[in-house]
């Protein structure tokens, strides 16, 4: 059973620990729980270069002196839901459009010339616009180009998850956005989303249907940072511990400007962000950490190394943008702005090797 | 408590029967332990010498017996030796122990998973004893094995927690209890085991060989007992230093600057 | 006639059943299991299993063991 605790405990918690506290969770070998929270702590605030140091040290220990790249391709902005912040909810009045699978063909085959070994599908959650067979039939035209496809799109049934996985869909990522459900339910106004528990349990269904790897993560910007990432602690521990075959990865949207301005609820600094990555890090070595082009290039330059593994380049957030660079109806718009070449060459830069590849799709062979 | 399969134990000490001087001493130091699970093995009855039964000796309404498939060499003869078993003990308790080679008595990994399944499709209450590989504890785990039992070191060499990294992942990853088993030479072993968050360990030579079994079945419990209470008051390093003298501070704060 | 008891020969009187020949050897059925060729037999069937020539039994027990 899946147990996420109240936000007011999880902020109680927080509030208490102390500076011995973070020092014990800086020093112990496998950090639990509890020392998850005081890394998270304010009491933690003053230890950020100690974090920062650890992070980077598990990270090279863990990933070696590498960032994966990806690349998103919008396939549609229609949308049934209503979310208070974002740019696709359903009454906002934004161009919409959803590629035809030749289209969505032509913004992959963009990607691919630029290099790209890994993509990743977005759309917003609307079955009549982007629906299971779509995405079977176009994952079925890219799986030979691509090193792997991702997806992250409405929440499906196992039974669906399964379909995709045999298509070539390797890896889904699905976002609570907030692990508050009083919260959740404020910023949920209509669709399918609004049901959190059916939310909550997607990665346990696309991990049941054997998918290879599962993205979570929570929108910065709703709730209490520091408790959002004791709720990622928690969701992240008990999926790794009923679904020990599959990868998991940690991606950290923060809220950005988008149609219908939408004022965060709370401010989450570029020094709240980094302070989350760390504290993710020392808590789980092994989880994959996503840091897109929404933060600028100097906070994302400054991250390499430090605890981010895969960074998306030269994104573009609305469908059939790569085709059409003047395309409206963005999700958010984007903080970095460099090309895949430009962002590689800094990664390189900084004594680190871009990997383009790090999967094949014979793997799935036997299963397709 | 720790509970197996439904059953609940106080004593997390669990206890071999095998190479005592004497049936006498055994119960004794059965009793000085205050185990509460016992192993027991099956052989064939020495027809020259019928009366020789350890089972007259030990209490059946105070200990869970474990009978072991020792002798196995592969998951039939496993099979075959859980099923007598089962008739000779009247319980459906099983360790599950496969060892093709007579010198070393590692576990056999393979017929220990294939036997497994069998085992607890018909019903047994399976803890197969396992070298510390967390990936096999995790695939038995899966097929239904009641607990996992990693080797610390193998059977008799009384070496210690050789395996301690491994057994470390699987108390990590465990949903099922790790009963460390083997390779236990002395108490401070069985301490250790527990800190590492081990819920049992099974101790059988070094109780047994020792020059005072039943001083020793003692000490062992004691041992289990400090090294439980230890973990669950919480173990780890606590630096004195407040920020570790790490001479990478000033560097450290070079990497922040980028933040906004 | 001639069985196999515990992978030794023996000789044993004909139409024996397995309640005598524990009582032969003189084995205290309470702790044993009895396999007879290559089956275990429940304690109750004991008296009424009647052996033949050429059978084997195995009479195993519970020993010390780790």
Redesign the interface.
């Known amino acids: 059973m899946l147990t996420i605790p109240d936000f007011q405990i999880l902020k109680t918690n927080l509030a208490s620990c102390t500076a011995n506290d973070v020092k014990r969770a800086l020093a112990v070998k496998r950090p639990t729980m509890t020392d998850l929270c005081a890394l998270l702590s304010p009491a933690s605030n003053a230890f950020l270069p100690q974090l920062a140091a650890l992070s980077k040290k598990l990270t090279l220990q863990r990933f070696g002196k590498t960032t994966q790249l990806y690349g998103p391709i919008y396939l549609s902005n229609y949308c049934t839901n209503r979310c208070a912040y974002c740019g696709f909810s359903a009454n906002n009045r934004i161009r919409r459009r959803c590629l035809t699978l030749d289209e969505a063909e032509i913004e992959a085959d963009i990607l691919h010339k630029r290099g790209f070994k890994h993509i990743l599908l977005v759309s917003g959650e609307a079955k009549n616009a982007v629906d299971v067979e779509y995405l079977e039939t176009l994952a079925r035209r890219l799986r030979r180009r691509f090193a792997s496809l991702s997806i992250e799109i409405q929440p499906l049934s196992s039974r669906e998850y399964r379909r995709l996985f045999a298509a070539g869909i390797a890896s889904v990522a699905v976002y609570q956005e907030t692990y508050d459900p009083p919260l959740y339910d404020r910023v949920h106004l209509a669709g399918k989303k609004c049901d959190f528990n059916y939310r909550l349990h997607t990665p346990t269904r696309a991990a049941e249907a054997g998918m290879r790897e599962i993205g979570i993560g929570a929108l910065l910007g709703l709730g209490d940072w520091r408790a959002e990432g004791m709720a990622l602690g928690y969701h992240l521990a008990w999926l790794r511990k009923k679904f020990w075959k599959t990868a998991f990865t940690v991606s950290f949207p923060r809220l950005r400007p988008a149609a219908g301005e939408f004022e965060p609820f709370e401010i989450v600094s570029e020094r709240d962000l980094s302070h989350l990555i760390f504290a993710l890090r020392i808590f789980d070595p092994d989880v994959g950490l996503l840091l897109s082009t929404r933060e600028e290039a100097r906070f994302r330059d400054g991250m390499l190394g430090l605890g981010p593994t895969r960074y998306s380049a030269g994104s573009c957030t609305a469908p059939g943008g790569y085709s059409n660079p003047e395309q409206e109806g963005e999700q958010f718009s984007v903080g970095d702005h460099r090309s895949l070449a430009e962002v590689c060459a800094t990664i390189r830069a900084h004594g680190l090797d871009p990997v383009y590849k790090d999967w094949d799709p014979v793997f799935q062979e036997a299963e397709g | 408590m720790l509970t197996i399969a439904g059953t609940s134990f106080v004593s997390r000490l669990f206890v071999?029967?095998?190479?005592?001087p004497s049936a006498g001493i055994?119960k004794q130091a059965l009793e000085a332990s205050g185990t509460q699970m016992v192993?027991?093995?099956?052989?064939?009855?020495d027809?020259d010498n019928?009366?020789?039964?350890?089972?007259?000796v030990l209490d059946k309404d105070r200990y869970t017996?474990l009978?072991?498939t020792?002798g196995a060499r592969n998951a039939d003869e496993a099979i075959r030796l859980a099923?007598?078993?089962r008739?000779?003990?009247g319980s459906n308790w099983l360790k599950l122990e496969v060892t093709p080679d007579p010198r070393t008595l590692l576990p056999d990994p393979v017929e220990t998973l294939l036997a497994t399944e069998t085992l607890v499709k018909d019903g047994f209450i399976v803890l197969p004893y396992i070298n510390a590989d967390p990936i096999l504890a995790l695939r038995l785990q899966d097929i239904g094995a009641a607990a996992v039992m990693p080797l610390g070191a193998p059977?008799g060499t009384n070496q210690g927690l050789l395996t301690r990294f491994q057994i470390e992942i699987i108390i990590e990853q465990a949903c099922v209890p790790v009963v460390v088993d083997?390779g236990i030479g002395a108490p401070s072993h069985a301490s250790l085991a527990m800190e590492l968050g081990a819920d049992a360990v099974?101790v059988?030579?070094a109780i047994s060989i020792a020059g005072d079994p039943v001083a020793m079945a003692s000490a062992f419990a004691k041992a289990v007992e400090a090294g439980r209470s230890a973990y669950l008051a919480g173990m780890g390093k606590v630096t004195t230093n407040a920020q570790a003298s790490s001479p990478e501070s000033g560097q450290l704060m070079d990497d922040l600057s980028f933040l906004s | 006639m001639n069985i196999t008891?515990?992978?030794?020969q023996k000789t044993v009187p004909d139409h024996i059943t397995v309640t005598e020949v524990l009582e032969l050897?003189?084995?205290?059925t309470a702790?044993?299991?009895v396999?007879h060729n290559g089956a275990?037999i429940?304690p109750d069937s004991y008296a009424g299993s009647y052996l033949a020539e050429g059978d084997r039994l195995?009479?195993?027990?519970?020993?010390?063991?780790?």
Request: proline share 3%.
């Open positions: 071999g029967t095998g190479k005592f055994m192993t027991v093995a099956l052989r064939r009855v027809l019928p009366e020789d039964d350890i089972m007259r017996f009978p072991n020792s099923r007598l078993a008739t000779a003990s059977i083997a099974l059988n030579t | 008891i515990n992978g030794e050897f003189k084995i205290v702790t044993i299991v396999e275990i429940q195995e009479f195993i027990r519970l020993v010390g063991g780790g």
